[in-house]
């Protein structure tokens, strides 16, 4: 079915271009509104607890959560946006909380249903915790920070969890894909005696109770979603999604560009700027939380000295450094914390581009003839090689001659993984996918924080962490987050450049897209009706 609404098509899947995607060879059933989305690639699996390439892109379609982020309206007209401080109840119904903050006891919404009509139950949210432990990976994680101890199935709706210590990080943690909440019911089907949590058969299929569900998959062609017909939430607008593979960027922007996808993956920054000149497509813009930097490794000389450290923060050039890395569309980061989380502050954050004092600062480390440094970068981010260009010519200037240094993705995945991290200057980016900021805090710097890439150890800091993790008064917990971000940055060890920011083209007919924490959109949410 095609809709020529303004100057843009929203165009089905029958109406494609045969040059453009010849290879994409189902059909949509009549009167099917189908969403094309230009994609990277294919995904690599579907199991949230084991990210492989594009994985996370289209899980976020499948699972959800017990809770969800209320929205309040965005500056921009028609926009809306999370509000991070409003939590809500979603496959839960409803919660109770013990006095001492340690105990929460949900209620399961009644008659939710997955695609294989099994419905939802305790035993399935208990199933998909104890799944996440087992691999103790990203969903151990998130119980950890979130000071989940235990978890139960109380009778069929009710699941209690009991927590360590009073968590604020917890309500919003419910919020995410992992730990997934599967059908187990239709998951121990497929379990084995050397496969107890059917992990192959998880990663190759799809058994959630959100809104879609994977109907089938070429690797190197395309994936193909079809709306969950139990859906709790209603009928999404969107029927059918081909997640379609399409690895030219310059193919992705064309096929968005001419309305023959109506979603695309990572465009450049100057095809975003293109496509913001183009009557046919509209682009919405967000800062999000992934802060492109350059991460210093204190524990390393000569980068323990403080002052050095801070010299090259004063170095850097950062209207240069937005205007040729990220087209002028990044926005300046000043603290570890995102700005749309609450409690970011960035009170302490002097480093505007200062060369005579960055000269100043290496003279009092110890380096009145300047000092020779080595930067290294890879390609996992498309940022990076440019970025650590620009250091180099800025720093440069100050005395801080830079040494470029090209390592492999595996390298830097291995080099800044918890058991290793002895990195001393490189670029990367982050960003925390649940909106508090003592996670953001916890995940980047504490000692023990999955994504501390540059090994920051400043027991203080820790101490302020770990307090607010506990800390239940809000106005407390609110002065433990500054001090613990004042102390972060002036230990500078990361060159804050820019959150590059989440620019998505769609058809100006398009409504309902919300920028989310994971940097994806939620296909149930999309619309192109009148």
């Given at each position: 079915?095609?809709?020529?609404?303004?100057?843009?098509?929203?165009?089905?899947?029958?109406?494609?271009?045969?040059?453009?995607?010849?290879?994409?060879?189902?059909?949509?059933?009549?009167?099917?509104?189908?969403?094309?989305?230009?994609?990277?690639?294919?995904?690599?699996?579907?199991?949230?607890?084991?990210?492989?390439?594009?994985?996370?892109?289209?899980?976020?379609?499948?699972?959800?959560?017990?809770?969800?982020?209320?929205?309040?309206?965005?500056?921009?007209?028609?926009?809306?946006?999370?509000?991070?401080?409003?939590?809500?109840?979603?496959?839960?119904?409803?919660?109770?909380?013990?006095?001492?903050?340690?105990?929460?006891?949900?209620?399961?919404?009644?008659?939710?249903?997955?695609?294989?009509?099994?419905?939802?139950?305790?035993?399935?949210?208990?199933?998909?915790?104890?799944?996440?432990?087992?691999?103790?990976?990203?969903?151990?994680?998130?119980?950890?920070?979130?000071?989940?101890?235990?978890?139960?199935?109380?009778?069929?709706?009710?699941?209690?969890?009991?927590?360590?210590?009073?968590?604020?990080?917890?309500?919003?943690?419910?919020?995410?894909?992992?730990?997934?909440?599967?059908?187990?019911?239709?998951?121990?089907?497929?379990?084995?005696?050397?496969?107890?949590?059917?992990l192959k058969w998880i990663d190759r299929n799809t058994a959630g109770f959100g809104a879609y569900?994977?109907?089938?998959?070429?690797?190197?062609?395309?994936?193909?979603?079809?709306?969950?017909?139990?859906?709790?939430?209603?009928?999404?607008?969107?029927?059918?999604?081909?997640?379609?593979?399409?690895?030219?960027?310059?193919?992705?922007?064309?096929?968005?560009?001419?309305?023959?996808?109506?979603?695309?993956?990572?465009?450049?920054?100057?095809?975003?700027?293109?496509?913001?000149?183009?009557?046919?497509?509209?682009?919405?813009?967000?800062?999000?939380?992934?802060?492109?930097?350059?991460?210093?490794?204190?524990?390393?000389?000569?980068?323990?000295?403080?002052?050095?450290?801070?010299?090259?923060?004063?170095?850097?050039?950062?209207?240069?450094?937005?205007?040729?890395?990220?087209?002028?569309?990044?926005?300046?980061?000043?603290?570890?914390?995102?700005?749309?989380?609450?409690?970011?502050?960035?009170?302490?954050?002097?480093?505007?581009?200062?060369?005579?004092?960055?000269?100043?600062?290496?003279?009092?480390?110890?380096?009145?003839?300047?000092?020779?440094?080595?930067?290294?970068?890879?390609?996992?981010?498309?940022?990076?090689?440019?970025?650590?260009?620009?250091?180099?010519?800025?720093?440069?200037?100050?005395?801080?001659?830079?040494?470029?240094?090209?390592?492999?993705?595996?390298?830097?995945?291995?080099?800044?993984?918890?058991?290793?991290?002895?990195?001393?200057?490189?670029?990367?980016?982050?960003?925390?996918?649940?909106?508090?900021?003592?996670?953001?805090?916890?995940?980047?710097?504490?000692?023990?924080?999955?994504?501390?890439?540059?090994?920051?150890?400043?027991?203080?800091?820790?101490?302020?962490?770990?307090?607010?993790?506990?800390?239940?008064?809000?106005?407390?917990?609110?002065?433990?987050?500054?001090?613990?971000?004042?102390?972060?940055?002036?230990?500078?060890?990361?060159?804050?450049?820019?959150?590059?920011?989440?620019?998505?083209?769609?058809?100006?007919?398009?409504?309902?897209?919300?920028?989310?924490?994971?940097?994806?959109?939620?296909?149930?949410?999309?619309?192109?009706?009148?």
């Amino acid at each position: 079915m095609k809709r020529n609404i303004g100057s843009a098509r929203c165009v089905g899947m029958r109406t494609l271009g045969a040059a453009a995607l010849a290879a994409v060879v189902w059909s949509a059933p009549a009167g099917a509104e189908t969403l094309v989305v230009a994609a990277t690639r294919t995904p690599g699996g579907f199991d949230g607890d084991a990210l492989k390439p594009n994985t996370q892109n289209v899980v976020v379609q499948m699972y959800e959560g017990l809770t969800r982020y209320g929205y309040k309206k965005n500056q921009q007209p028609g926009r809306m946006e999370i509000d991070p401080s409003q939590v809500l109840p979603h496959l839960a119904e409803s919660w109770t909380v013990s006095p001492d903050g340690k105990t929460y006891t949900f209620k399961l919404r009644q008659g939710v249903k997955s695609p294989y009509g099994n419905e939802l139950t305790s035993a399935d949210v208990v199933w998909g915790w104890e799944k996440s432990r087992a691999q103790k990976r990203t969903g151990a994680f998130i119980a950890r920070v979130s000071s989940v101890q235990s978890f139960e199935a109380v009778d069929k709706y009710t699941v209690r969890f009991q927590l360590e210590a009073p968590s604020k990080i917890f309500l919003s943690a419910l919020t995410l894909y992992v730990p997934g909440i599967y059908d187990s019911t239709e998951v121990r089907k497929h379990v084995t005696d050397d496969d107890p949590w059917a992990l192959k058969w998880i990663d190759r299929n799809t058994a959630g109770f959100g809104a879609y569900h994977l109907e089938s998959l070429r690797a190197g062609e395309a994936a193909v979603f079809v709306a969950n017909p139990n859906y709790f939430g209603g009928k999404p607008y969107y029927d059918r999604v081909v997640y379609r593979e399409v690895p030219n960027a310059g193919t992705r922007f064309t096929l968005v560009r001419t309305g023959q996808a109506q979603w695309t993956e990572e465009l450049t920054l100057k095809q975003i700027n293109e496509l913001k000149k183009d009557q046919r497509v509209k682009v919405e813009s967000d800062v999000g939380t992934g802060h492109a930097s350059a991460r210093i490794n204190m524990t390393i000389a000569p980068f323990d000295n403080v002052k050095l450290r801070q010299a090259i923060a004063y170095a850097a050039d950062y209207d240069a450094i937005n205007k040729a890395v990220f087209e002028g569309l990044g926005t300046q980061a000043r603290s570890i914390v995102p700005p749309i989380i609450p409690g970011t502050d960035t009170s302490k954050w002097t480093y505007a581009t200062d060369p005579d004092k960055a000269r100043q600062l290496l003279k009092e480390a110890g380096y009145p003839d300047g000092i020779d440094i080595t930067l290294e970068y890879s390609a996992i981010f498309w940022f990076e090689e440019p970025l650590a260009i620009q250091l180099k010519d800025a720093l440069g200037k100050a005395g801080i001659r830079v040494n470029l240094q090209k390592i492999t993705n595996a390298d830097m995945r291995s080099r800044t993984a918890p058991n290793k991290r002895d990195l001393p200057f490189f670029t990367f980016m982050d960003n925390p996918i649940v909106l508090d900021p003592v996670y953001a805090l916890y995940l980047n710097a504490h000692s023990k924080g999955a994504s501390n890439r540059n090994n920051y150890s400043n027991p203080e800091f820790d101490r302020l962490v770990d307090a607010a993790r506990v800390e239940q008064d809000d106005a407390k917990r609110l002065e433990l987050v500054k001090q613990a971000q004042q102390l972060h940055t002036t230990d500078s060890t990361w060159v804050m450049t820019m959150y590059p920011g989440a620019h998505e083209p769609m058809p100006p007919c398009m409504t309902g897209y919300v920028w989310q924490p994971d940097y994806h959109e939620r296909w149930r949410e999309l619309s192109c009706g009148k």
